[in-house]
C-alpha cells in the first residue's frame, strides 16, 4: 500500500500520467520509440544545425534525457519505498517491472539519440564513434533483456551536457559563456565523478546480492559491472582534461590581468 508522497513526487508523477501514461506509454514498442527518437533528432540536426552556436538536436536530448533521469532518480530515492514498499534499486535487481512508465521508455529515447549521434560523429573522429556506439550498444542491450529500470537512472550523466552545448552560444556574452563552462565543470564533477560511481555501485551490489532473481542470466551482473567500470574510467579521463582546461585558461587570465596593470603602470 502506497503511503503518503512529497509534493516533488507526487508532481512528478502527475506529469509523467499526463504525458505518458494517459497516451498508453507502459504499451509502447520500444523499438519503435528509440527509431522514433531517432528521427526526432535528426529532424532537429537537419533544420536547426548549429544554429547560434548551439547544436540543438544536442541539447534537446541532454534535456530530455538529463531532467528525465532527475526525475527517475527522485522517484528512486524518495518515492520508490512509499509507492511499492520496496526501496529502489532493491526492487529493480528483484526483477519487478519499472516504476513508472519513464523508467521504461527513457533508454529507448536514448538509444535512439545515439544513432543520430554517430552519424554525426563521423565528422569529429574516432572517440566520439566509439561514444555513439558504445551508448547505443548499452540502451540496446538493457531495452532487449527488458530491463530499462536498471540503466534509466544512470541517464542523469546527461544533465552536464545540458550546459556544455551551450557553452558556445552566439547570444551569450563571453561571461555567460564563462558561466556556462564552470556549470558544465560543476555539474560534470557532482553528476559523473560523485553521484554516478555510486548510483552504479549501490545498483551493481544489489544484483549480485540476488543472482537468484528468476529474471536474469548469470552474465546480466557482470555486464552491469563492467560497462559501469568502462564510464567510471571514461568519466575520469574527461575530468583530468576538464582540470587541465581550467588550470590553463586561469593561468592564462592570470597573466593577462599582470599585463593589463603593467601597461597601465607604464601609461601613468
Known amino acids: 500500500m502506497s503511503k503518503a508522497l512529497d509534493p516533488i513526487s507526487t508532481t512528478i508523477l502527475a506529469i509523467i500520467k499526463v504525458i505518458l501514461d494517459d497516451n498508453g506509454s507502459w504499451q509502447w514498442n520500444l523499438r519503435l520509440v528509440g527509431a522514433s527518437s531517432a528521427f526526432f533528432f535528426l529532424v532537429h540536426l537537419r533544420l536547426l544545425k548549429n544554429a547560434y552556436g548551439v547544436p540543438w538536436w544536442g541539447l534537446s536530448h541532454a534535456l530530455i534525457s538529463g531532467i528525465g533521469a532527475m526525475a527517475v532518480c527522485y522517484l528512486d530515492f524518495f518515492a520508490s519505498e512509499k509507492i511499492t514498499g520496496i526501496q529502489e534499486p532493491l526492487r529493480a535487481a528483484q526483477c519487478y517491472p519499472p516504476l513508472t512508465s519513464l523508467h521504461r521508455i527513457l533508454p529507448a529515447i536514448v538509444m535512439g539519440f545515439a544513432v543520430v549521434d554517430c552519424l554525426e560523429a563521423r565528422k569529429h573522429g574516432l572517440d566520439y564513434i566509439v561514444h555513439g556506439v558504445v551508448t547505443f550498444s548499452v540502451m540496446l542491450f538493457f531495452t532487449e533483456m527488458g530491463r530499462p529500470q536498471i540503466v534509466a537512472p544512470f541517464i542523469i550523466l546527461e544533465t552536464s551536457t545540458i550546459f556544455l552545448n551551450l557553452v558556445h552560444a552566439t547570444f551569450f556574452e ?50 552491469v559491472l563492467v560497462f559501469g567500470l568502462i564510464y567510471n574510467c571514461l568519466n575520469g579521463f574527461w575530468f583530468y582534461k576538464i582540470i587541465r582546461k581550467m588550470k590553463r585558461k586561469l593561468i592564462d587570465g592570470t597573466e593577462r590581468i599582470h599585463e593589463r596593470i603593467q601597461n597601465r603602470d607604464k601609461s601613468e
Open 174 to 223: 563571453e561571461r555567460g559563456s564563462t558561466i556556462m563552462q564552470l556549470l558544465f565543470a560543476l555539474s560534470f564533477t557532482t553528476v559523473r565523478i560523485i553521484l554516478f560511481p555510486s548510483l552504479h555501485a549501490n545498483m551493481t551490489v544489489k544484483l549480485f546480492q540476488n543472482p537468484n532473481n528468476g529474471c536474469d542470466s548469470d552474465y546480466f551482473k557482470w555486464f
